[in-house]
């Protein structure tokens, strides 16, 4: 690769700088602060990226640019970079056409040289020269002795480094945290529970502890045995001494006892309980007997106590039946005189309707009024319609009679004015037409006058005045004759004046208007007239049917009892008040006869209490006041009868037991005498005393037997018996005994206790050792054992592959060192021999160390500590000369970019050394920056800096 | 008369697994910590199944060093569910389990019989009071048995059938103690009829007849050295009194070392699955738990991705966690990276460079073991293996010239990985 164009946009001090190297040698000339060391920075922030914030575009621009270069296999290439603070920036590689090739070509193009090795092999300044510690990076180094080994950029060291780190991670002589380390030690702590849970010693041992304990639990039950042996003993002698003691005490109450009185044996056993019972039986009826005379005492005195009235008694059938009718009699007296209030009611009631019919009318005609419903309905059905419409005919002739006359009045008026003289006419035209009856006629009025005089009438009857009834009746009956009478006079007087006319002849058969007119209203006269008749014909018949039906009414009011010449209203009325009047009559007698009814049942059920009362010698004015006072007697005599009744049983019972007793009182002084001479005694007390004495020895008998059967069941009998009693003779104190039993006692308690811990320990074992028969964990333990152990042989087959290839690789570097020289150092001796003119032959550096020593042509070896500062540039310089070489020929060349590096070189070895320059960029671009106008350089082209410097 | 029997041995109850991590799941601790209980069931289910008419017990029954309780009991349980039968059975004590070592008070059954160590004694096996074969016999009374006790069998000479039960090494194999040491004209020399022999637990014949001498193998494989079939042998003996032992598997669970190539693999995932399908494929074929030991092999593209850091064992974890996770299972217990990289050895030992020169060492190396020149490499291990911890645990790993050299070629590998430019 080489640069053809370095272009600055803004770099340091640098703005739009741009420059085009020579493919050789390029001189690049300026002053200090020209900004030599800037396009040092520059060249490698293009290839490389930025350093942090170093040089930032001071002068503007954007900070950043381009390299244009040539890469080897004839491509331009254009490597763009911009950024403002550190790292890649912003990266570009475009080719001549301005298309992106994308930022991996980079370092393709840069043969996989990283910046730390362009720096300093590649581009270096006289501070990075003078520092051996450039050259002795790993990655450097690597490239100094890899290149004549055939590792590459592979370090031998690394390698050896790594390796051993491995190792060690593995397994350290002294160590704890490698793995095989960790492994030995969790293999140690293994073992070591392997060994605790070894069975054979856990078997054994669980096994001889489970027999100690077997052996000790045999000892403990025959001491067991002992202390039950023993307690038995003490238990036997605690429970026998209240008997021993009893048997010493009952044998000397024997000894001490007096000779037995009667023949104990002799007298029946159940003698002393048959002489209490006959004792008592005897002491009971002596009691009672005392008891039932107290009693008798007081029911005589109770019977002989109470008076009874006999009489009374006698007759208390009667007197109960005489009291039970008690209170209807006493309601029989309350209801005669209301009875009596109300027959006088109803009579006066009577006679009150009787006067409103009318003087005359007592209760035999009152009786003979039918007030039937047939009566009242023919009143208001029939004879209504019948009167009625003879009325109407009567009525309506008249009023036609009338009309027709007003018309003839016309006619003849009419007439009369055409003709003053008219020719004679049947009747005479001034002269009203006759009528049967005047509209007041007789009819009329009696019917008018009529309903006058019955309203008089009925408001007297209202006002309760039975002769102002009567009085009204009589005046409408007058007025009613009357009325017929005047009806019968008007009507023959009309049908006489309205007979009809025949008109003249003449009058119609004449041509004279006048006569005409007047024809024509004599004709009209004549109508009228002939009408005037045939109305007055009418309303005669009318009137005959009138007068009819007025006879038949009059026949209807006398056949039923009433007074004649009623109209049909007051004929109803007073139907209706004889109702009323024969209801009151009925209720007066109905009354009468209650009256009469309870009397007579009163005055029976007086007399009957009189002569009851009689009989018993009472005499009351009031018979029933009377019989109040038996019932308060008789309640009374019935009471003492009973108390005298009850007195007089009990009396009987009481004698009863009384008797009773007796026999029972000598029934047990007989038992009791045969007692006493059963037992031989004279009375009670002697026998019981002998009985008792002869009991007392029977008594001690029995406790001297019940005293020795309790030992002989705690011993045994016989020997054993002689021996148990042999051994409670010895017993001063029983509370020995009981302290004795207390030890034993608690002895055992405590060899219980030995036996139960015994036992559970026993069981213990036996778990334990069932336990180890089928534990798994010995089992897992070898196991976990076994895989650390597996992983151990692993870990020690990869330490040992580990560590074998590191000691032979060491030991190949070792012999590499000696039989090979890498190149680049034979290089580097050969540039610095003939910089120095042969006085140094041979550089010193191990494989993959730095650079020890230099040895003289007198084979002096000089440390480089001893060096001059200019012999020790040049070794360095000679050095990158060697790598830049080497690189050349591995891949492809790199341009060189150096600054300023001879400075420090005597004139001698700088003319040299830039005759070596000159070689190198035969092969290599070089760009060689100075200061120095006189630098000893032939270069193909040469640039000038401008100075940057202000002012 | 034929008859039938079982000859098994080396049964070593209740040992642990070797070669399994701390990473086993429960269920797969569980399973292998009772391996060889349930192994010992099997055989007992096996000779009750095939009505046998006794079972030879040919030593190491138990192991001094992990004698439990627990295997006692489960012995004495089986014994019993024989006896319960009417099945004897005969039994000899070997070099784990001597009659001087401990023992529970675990009563066996009357059919049961432990032959003495004092000399070698008999007992008939009867069928209905009928002598089918006599059994001649002999245990261990210390571990340390030195002496031929083969050459001590002897025929009674009116028995029907003979047959030695020993625990012995015949011929001196190795990886084996020698006890009992004798020849196989030792054994043609007592008369014996079948010789059912314990003590190396890989099986079979030595010889098929006149006598048949047979190592029944141990019946449950306990570490990564015992791979492949365990079990016992079903014996049949005809008429003529010709013995045709048939092998039996009766273990459990079963050690598999399964080789996977990685030169086809592309891809670690194409390796993952590639090692699943071979780990379940081995349980389809042992037809119970397996306990899988993977060998990566061969060269291939993924090798170099092998040796990364932490790759392996991400690979190993993936494994675990998708494969072999039913019943039976498939415990993959390790995958070993023994692949190589592509690149000519032979070529690049020529070269001038590191690597040559580091391949060269090697091959220097590999020379002098040759020539039985150890000290070199054990110098450089002697860290680790006299570092007296270290030794006792790892007591198990001899560190001959074979195991020398395998850790040479792994090292080289590891130098050549990190050398290698081809990365």
């Given at each position: 690769?080489?640069?053809?164009?370095?272009?600055?946009?803004?770099?340091?001090?640098?703005?739009?700088?741009?420059?085009?190297?020579?493919?050789?040698?390029?001189?690049?000339?300026?002053?200090?602060?020209?900004?030599?060391?800037?396009?040092?920075?520059?060249?490698?922030?293009?290839?490389?990226?930025?350093?942090?914030?170093?040089?930032?575009?001071?002068?503007?621009?954007?900070?950043?640019?381009?390299?244009?270069?040539?890469?080897?296999?004839?491509?331009?290439?254009?490597?763009?970079?911009?950024?403002?603070?550190?790292?890649?920036?912003?990266?570009?590689?475009?080719?001549?056409?301005?298309?992106?090739?994308?930022?991996?070509?980079?370092?393709?193009?840069?043969?996989?040289?990283?910046?730390?090795?362009?720096?300093?092999?590649?581009?270096?300044?006289?501070?990075?020269?003078?520092?051996?510690?450039?050259?002795?990076?790993?990655?450097?180094?690597?490239?100094?002795?890899?290149?004549?080994?055939?590792?590459?950029?592979?370090?031998?060291?690394?390698?050896?480094?790594?390796?051993?780190?491995?190792?060690?991670?593995?397994?350290?002589?002294?160590?704890?945290?490698?793995?095989?380390?960790?492994?030995?030690?969790?293999?140690?702590?293994?073992?070591?529970?392997?060994?605790?849970?070894?069975?054979?010693?856990?078997?054994?041992?669980?096994?001889?502890?489970?027999?100690?304990?077997?052996?000790?639990?045999?000892?403990?039950?025959?001491?067991?045995?002992?202390?039950?042996?023993?307690?038995h003993?003490l238990e036997r002698l605690r429970d026998g001494w209240p008997s021993w003691v009893a048997l010493g005490a009952a044998r000397t109450a024997l000894a001490e006892l007096p000779p037995a009185p009667v023949d104990a044996d002799a007298i029946p056993g159940d003698i002393l309980e048959r002489l209490a019972l006959a004792e008592r039986d005897l002491v009971a009826a002596t009691n009672r007997a005392a008891e039932l005379g107290r009693e008798q005492a007081r029911a005589v005195g109770e019977r002989d106590g109470v008076v009874v009235e006999t009489a009374l008694l006698a007759g208390h059938h009667e007197a109960e039946a005489l009291l039970a009718a008690l209170p209807e009699a006493r309601a029989d007296r309350t209801r005669l005189i209301e009875l009596e209030h109300d027959r006088m009611d109803r009579a006066t009631a009577l006679a009150d309707a009787l006067r409103r019919?009318?003087?005359?009318?007592d209760e035999a005609?009152l009786l003979?009024?039918?007030?039937?419903?047939?009566?009242?309905?023919?009143?208001?059905?029939?004879?209504?319609?019948?009167?009625?419409?003879?009325?109407?005919?009567?009525?309506?002739?008249?009023?036609?009679?009338?009309?027709?006359?007003?018309?003839?009045?016309?006619?003849?008026?009419?007439?009369?004015?055409?003709?003053?003289?008219?020719?004679?006419?049947?009747?005479?035209?001034?002269?009203?037409?006759?009528?049967?009856?005047?509209?007041?006629?007789?009819?009329?009025?009696?019917?008018?006058?009529?309903?006058?005089?019955?309203?008089?009438?009925?408001?007297?009857?209202?006002?309760g005045?039975?002769?102002?009834?009567?009085?009204?009746?009589?005046?409408?009956?007058?007025?009613?004759?009357?009325?017929?009478?005047?009806?019968?006079?008007?009507?023959?007087?009309?049908?006489?004046?309205?007979?009809?006319?025949?008109?003249?002849?003449?009058?119609?058969?004449?041509?004279?208007?006048?006569?005409?007119?007047?024809?024509?209203?004599?004709?009209?006269?004549?109508?009228?007239?002939?009408?005037?008749?045939?109305?007055?014909?009418?309303?005669?018949?009318?009137?005959?049917?009138?007068?009819?039906?007025?006879?038949?009414?009059?026949?209807?009011?006398?056949?039923?009892?009433?007074?004649?010449?009623?109209?049909?209203?007051?004929?109803?009325?007073?139907?209706?008040?004889?109702t009323a009047a024969r209801a009151s009559l009925a209720a007066l007698h109905g009354i009468q006869g209650r009256r009469d009814a309870i009397g007579t049942r009163l005055t029976s059920f007086e007399s009957r209490a009189t002569a009851f009362l009689a009989g018993l010698g009472r005499v009351a004015d009031d018979p029933l006041a009377g019989l109040e006072a038996v019932r308060r007697d008789l309640a009374n005599a019935l009471d003492a009868a009973g108390t005298q009744q009850r007195a007089s049983q009990d009396l009987e019972r009481v004698e009863a037991a009384l008797a009773a007793t007796g026999a029972s009182h000598q029934d047990a002084t007989t038992r009791l005498a045969a007692i006493l001479a059963e037992g031989h005694s004279a009375d009670s007390a002697s026998l019981r005393g002998a009985i008792a004495e002869a009991n007392r020895r029977t008594d001690v008998a029995r406790e001297i037997q019940a005293a020795r059967g309790t030992l002989v069941a705690l011993s045994g009998p016989?020997?054993?018996l002689?021996?148990f009693e042999?051994?409670l003779a010895?017993i001063a104190d029983i509370s020995d005994v009981e302290a004795?039993l207390a030890?034993?006692a608690?002895?055992?308690?405590?060899?219980?206790?030995?036996?139960?811990?015994?036992?559970?320990?026993?069981?213990?074992?036996?778990?334990?050792?069932?336990?180890?028969?089928?534990?798994?964990?010995?089992?897992?333990?070898?196991?976990?054992?076994?895989?650390?152990?597996?992983?151990?042989?692993?870990?020690?087959?990869?330490?040992?592959?580990?560590?074998?290839?590191?000691?032979?690789?060491?030991?190949?570097?070792?012999?590499?060192?000696?039989?090979?020289?890498?190149?680049?150092?034979?290089?580097?001796?050969?540039?610095?021999?003939?910089?120095?003119?042969?006085?140094?032959?041979?550089?010193?550096?191990?494989?993959?160390?730095?650079?020890?020593?230099?040895?003289?042509?007198?084979?002096?070896?000089?440390?480089?500590?001893?060096?001059?500062?200019?012999?020790?540039?040049?070794?360095?310089?000679?050095?990158?000369?060697?790598?830049?070489?080497?690189?050349?020929?591995?891949?492809?060349?790199?341009?060189?970019?150096?600054?300023?590096?001879?400075?420090?070189?005597?004139?001698?070895?700088?003319?040299?050394?830039?005759?070596?320059?000159?070689?190198?960029?035969?092969?290599?671009?070089?760009?060689?920056?100075?200061?120095?106008?006189?630098?000893?350089?032939?270069?193909?082209?040469?640039?000038?800096?401008?100075?940057?410097?202000?002012? | 008369?034929?008859?039938?029997?079982?000859?098994?041995?080396?049964?070593?109850?209740?040992?642990?697994?070797?070669?399994?991590?701390?990473?086993?799941?429960?269920?797969?601790?569980?399973?292998?910590?009772?391996?060889?209980?349930?192994?010992?069931?099997?055989?007992?289910?096996?000779?009750?199944?095939?009505?046998?008419?006794?079972?030879?017990?040919?030593?190491?029954?138990?192991?001094?060093?992990?004698?439990?309780?627990?295997?006692?009991?489960?012995?004495?349980?089986?014994?019993?569910?024989?006896?319960?039968?009417?099945?004897?059975?005969?039994?000899?004590?070997?070099?784990?389990?001597?009659?001087?070592?401990?023992?529970?008070?675990?009563?066996?059954?009357?059919?049961?019989?432990?032959?003495?160590?004092?000399?070698?004694?008999?007992?008939?096996?009867?069928?209905?009071?009928?002598?089918?074969?006599?059994?001649?016999?002999?245990?261990?009374?210390?571990?340390?048995?030195?002496?031929?006790?083969?050459?001590?069998?002897?025929?009674?000479?009116?028995?029907?059938?003979?047959?030695?039960?020993?625990?012995?090494?015949?011929?001196?194999?190795?990886?084996?103690?020698?006890?009992?040491?004798?020849?196989?004209?030792?054994?043609?020399?007592?008369?014996?009829?079948?010789?059912?022999?314990?003590?190396?637990?890989?099986?079979?014949?030595?010889?098929?007849?006149?006598?048949?001498?047979?190592?029944?193998?141990?019946?449950?494989?306990?570490?990564?050295?015992?791979?492949?079939?365990?079990?016992?042998?079903?014996?049949?003996?005809?008429?003529?009194?010709?013995?045709?032992?048939?092998?039996?598997?009766?273990?459990?669970?079963?050690?598999?070392?399964?080789?996977?190539?990685?030169?086809?693999?592309?891809?670690?995932?194409?390796?993952?699955?590639?090692?699943?399908?071979?780990?379940?494929?081995?349980?389809?074929?042992?037809?119970?738990?397996?306990?899988?030991?993977?060998?990566?092999?061969?060269?291939?593209?993924?090798?170099?991705?092998?040796?990364?850091?932490?790759?392996?064992?991400?690979?190993?974890?993936?494994?675990?966690?998708?494969?072999?996770?039913?019943?039976?299972?498939?415990?993959?217990?390790?995958?070993?990276?023994?692949?190589?990289?592509?690149?000519?050895?032979?070529?690049?030992?020529?070269?001038?460079?590191?690597?040559?020169?580091?391949?060269?060492?090697?091959?220097?190396?590999?020379?002098?073991?040759?020539?039985?020149?150890?000290?070199?490499?054990?110098?450089?291990?002697?860290?680790?293996?006299?570092?007296?911890?270290?030794?006792?645990?790892?007591?198990?790993?001899?560190?001959?010239?074979?195991?020398?050299?395998?850790?040479?070629?792994?090292?080289?590998?590891?130098?050549?990985?990190?050398?290698?430019?081809?990365?």
């Open positions: 690769m080489r640069i053809d164009e370095i272009a600055v946009d803004g770099f340091g001090l640098l703005r739009d700088r741009r420059l085009a190297p020579a493919p050789g040698l390029t001189l690049i000339r300026g002053a200090n602060e020209a900004g030599k060391s800037t396009l040092l920075a520059f060249v490698r922030s293009i290839l490389f990226g930025f350093e942090t914030k170093s040089h930032p575009a001071l002068a503007g621009g954007r900070r950043g640019g381009w390299l244009t270069v040539r890469t080897g296999d004839d491509r331009t290439v254009r490597i763009e970079r911009y950024g403002q603070t550190g790292g890649n920036g912003q990266l570009r590689l475009l080719d001549e056409e301005g298309d992106d090739l994308g930022p991996d070509l980079l370092p393709r193009i840069l043969q996989g040289v990283e910046r730390n090795v362009y720096n300093n092999v590649f581009a270096f300044g006289l501070a990075e020269l003078a520092q051996i510690s450039n050259l002795s990076t790993a990655d450097i180094a690597a490239r100094i002795y890899g290149a004549g080994m055939g590792t590459g950029a592979t370090s031998v060291v690394e390698i050896e480094n790594r390796l051993e780190k491995a190792r060690s991670e593995l397994f350290a002589k002294q160590g704890r945290n490698p793995r095989m380390n960790v492994l030995l030690a969790e293999i140690d702590a293994l073992n070591a529970q392997i060994d605790g849970l070894d069975p054979p010693a856990i078997f054994r041992a669980a096994g001889g502890r489970r027999e100690l304990l077997q052996v000790e639990l045999t000892g403990l039950s025959v001491e067991a045995e002992a202390i039950a042996i023993e307690r003993r019919l009318g003087p005359g009318w005609r003979t009024v039918d007030d039937s419903l047939a009566a009242q309905g023919a009143i208001g059905g029939p004879f209504r319609v019948s009167l009625e419409a003879a009325e109407r005919d009567l009525e309506a002739s008249r009023a036609q009679i009338a009309a027709v006359e007003l018309n003839l009045a016309d006619a003849r008026a009419d007439l009369a004015a055409i003709d003053p003289a008219p020719p004679a006419s049947p009747a005479t035209p001034a002269e009203p037409v006759r009528r049967p009856g005047p509209p007041d006629g007789p009819i009329a009025r009696a019917a008018l006058l009529s309903p006058t005089w019955l309203g008089a009438g009925l408001a007297l009857a209202a006002a005045f039975g002769g102002a009834l009567l009085l009204g009746l009589t005046l409408a009956q007058a007025a009613f004759v009357g009325l017929l009478l005047g009806a019968a006079t008007a009507i023959a007087g009309s049908v006489a004046s309205h007979a009809p006319e025949r008109p003249p002849a003449g009058l119609i058969q004449g041509s004279d208007p006048l006569a005409t007119r007047r024809d024509e209203r004599l004709g009209r006269v004549r109508l009228f007239e002939e009408r005037a008749r045939t109305a007055g014909e009418r309303e005669q018949a009318a009137g005959q049917a009138l007068e009819r039906a007025q006879g038949e009414w009059a026949t209807w009011l006398s056949a039923h009892g009433l007074p004649a010449g009623l109209d049909r209203a007051t004929a109803a009325r007073m139907l209706d008040s004889a016989a020997d054993a002689v021996a042999t051994d010895t004795g030890s034993v608690e002895r055992n308690r405590e060899l219980e206790a030995r036996r139960a811990a015994t036992l559970e320990q026993l069981g213990a074992e036996g778990r334990a050792i069932a336990e180890i028969e089928n534990s798994a964990a010995a089992a897992e333990l070898r196991q976990q054992r076994a895989e650390r152990l597996t992983e151990m042989a692993v870990l020690a087959e990869s330490w040992s592959v580990t560590t074998i290839a590191l000691g032979l690789l060491r030991r190949t570097r070792s012999r590499y060192e000696r039989e090979h020289r890498p190149d680049v150092l034979k290089e580097a001796e050969t540039l610095l021999a003939a910089w120095t003119d042969g006085r140094y032959v041979r550089i010193h550096a191990p494989l993959g160390k730095q650079i020890q020593e230099l040895e003289r042509r007198d084979g002096v070896h000089v440390p480089l500590a001893g060096l001059s500062t200019g012999t020790a540039e040049q070794l360095y310089l000679a050095m990158r000369f060697g790598l830049v070489e080497h690189f050349g020929r591995e891949a492809e060349s790199l341009p060189l970019v150096m600054d300023d590096i001879l400075v420090n070189f005597d004139p001698l070895r700088a003319e040299r050394a830039a005759r070596s320059i000159e070689d190198l960029a035969t092969r290599h671009q070089v760009l060689y920056f100075t200061c120095h106008p006189g630098t000893p350089l032939a270069a193909a082209a040469t640039i000038e800096l401008p100075d940057l410097s202000p002012g | 008369m034929s008859f039938r029997f079982v000859h098994t041995g080396d049964l070593h109850l209740d040992s642990p697994f070797l070669g399994i991590g701390q990473a086993a799941p429960d269920r797969v601790a569980t399973a292998l910590r009772d391996a060889t209980l349930r192994s010992w069931d099997r055989i007992v289910r096996l000779a009750l199944d095939a009505n046998v008419d006794a079972v030879l017990v040919a030593g190491d029954v138990f192991e001094s060093a992990n004698r439990t309780l627990r295997a006692q009991v489960a012995f004495r349980d089986g014994l019993e569910l024989l006896a319960r039968r009417r099945i004897p059975s005969f039994v000899v004590a070997g070099n784990h389990d001597p009659l001087s070592g401990w023992e529970a008070a675990i009563a066996w059954p009357e059919l049961a019989h432990r032959f003495g160590a004092t000399e070698v004694t008999s007992r008939p096996i009867l069928r209905d009071g009928v002598e089918l074969a006599r059994v001649h016999g002999i245990s261990y009374a210390v571990r340390d048995v030195n002496r031929n006790l083969a050459a001590t069998f002897q025929r009674d000479g009116d028995e029907p059938f003979a047959i030695g039960l020993l625990h012995a090494n015949v011929g001196g194999i190795e990886g084996y103690g020698n006890y009992a040491p004798c020849s196989l004209s030792d054994l043609g020399a007592g008369g014996m009829d079948y010789w059912a022999l314990g003590h190396i637990h890989r099986h079979g014949v030595l010889r098929p007849a006149d006598p048949t001498v047979v190592y029944c193998g141990n019946p449950q494989g306990r570490d990564p050295g015992e791979a492949d079939p365990r079990g016992c042998y079903l014996v049949e003996v005809d008429e003529r009194g010709h013995a045709q032992p048939e092998f039996r598997p009766m273990d459990v669970v079963r050690w598999q070392r399964i080789s996977v190539p990685i030169d086809a693999i592309p891809t670690e995932d194409a390796l993952i699955q590639a090692i699943g399908g071979a780990v379940e494929a081995a349980v389809d074929a042992a037809g119970r738990s397996i306990v899988a030991l993977v060998n990566l092999t061969g060269r291939g593209p993924i090798h170099a991705s092998l040796r990364r850091a932490n790759v392996l064992a991400d690979l190993h974890g993936l494994v675990r966690e998708r494969f072999g996770i039913g019943d039976p299972f498939a415990w993959v217990e390790s995958i070993r990276d023994e692949t190589r990289p592509s690149i000519d050895l032979v070529a690049r030992r020529e070269a001038g460079d590191l690597l040559g020169e580091a391949l060269r060492e090697f091959g220097r190396s590999r020379a002098a073991l040759a020539d039985g020149q150890e000290a070199d490499l054990h110098a450089l291990l002697a860290e680790l293996y006299d570092h007296p911890r270290a030794r006792r645990a790892l007591s198990g790993t001899r560190l001959d010239t074979g195991r020398l050299l395998s850790l040479l070629d792994s090292a080289e590998a590891l130098v050549v990985d990190q050398l290698d430019l081809t990365d």
